[in-house]
């Protein structure tokens, strides 16, 4: 089983900064994926950004520019820099990682962290 725990959420202004922070814990062989998912009150579950192994980083277009996912995969960890917020990114972000625990494969979630961008 692997857990995922996320810390950073909070209120900021728009044009402000946040930085998400997620680390993998439990019966992991390898990660293959790690990155960030939102879902906004009223919408659906959106991709934010995800780091594939040590190949290949995906951005929403909203994040490109904005956002920049980070991982360091010795220690479990994804983080995300959210730079220029606004309003829209109001959300619930939530962390998810994939990959083989024990020979079998897995994918998690991780509880959300509220972000909220309001003046």
């Known amino acids: 089983q692997v857990q995922l725990v996320e810390s950073g959420g909070g209120l900021v202004q728009p044009g402000g900064s946040l930085k998400l922070s997620c680390v993998a814990s439990?019966?992991?062989?390898?990660?293959?994926?790690m990155g960030w998912y939102r879902q906004a009150p009223g919408k659906q579950c959106e991709l934010v950004a995800r780091a594939i192994g040590d190949i290949r980083i995906d951005y929403a277009d909203f994040a490109e520019g904005r956002f920049t996912i980070s991982r360091d995969n010795a220690k479990n960890t994804v983080s995300l820099q959210m730079t220029s917020l606004k309003p829209e990114d109001t959300a619930v972000y939530y962390c998810?990682?994939?990959?083989?625990?024990?020979?079998?494969?897995?994918?998690?979630w991780g509880q959300g962290t509220q972000v909220t961008v309001s003046s």
């Open positions: 998810r990682a994939e990959g083989d625990s024990r020979g079998t494969g897995f994918g998690s």
């Open positions: 439990g019966s992991i062989r390898v990660i293959w994926a």
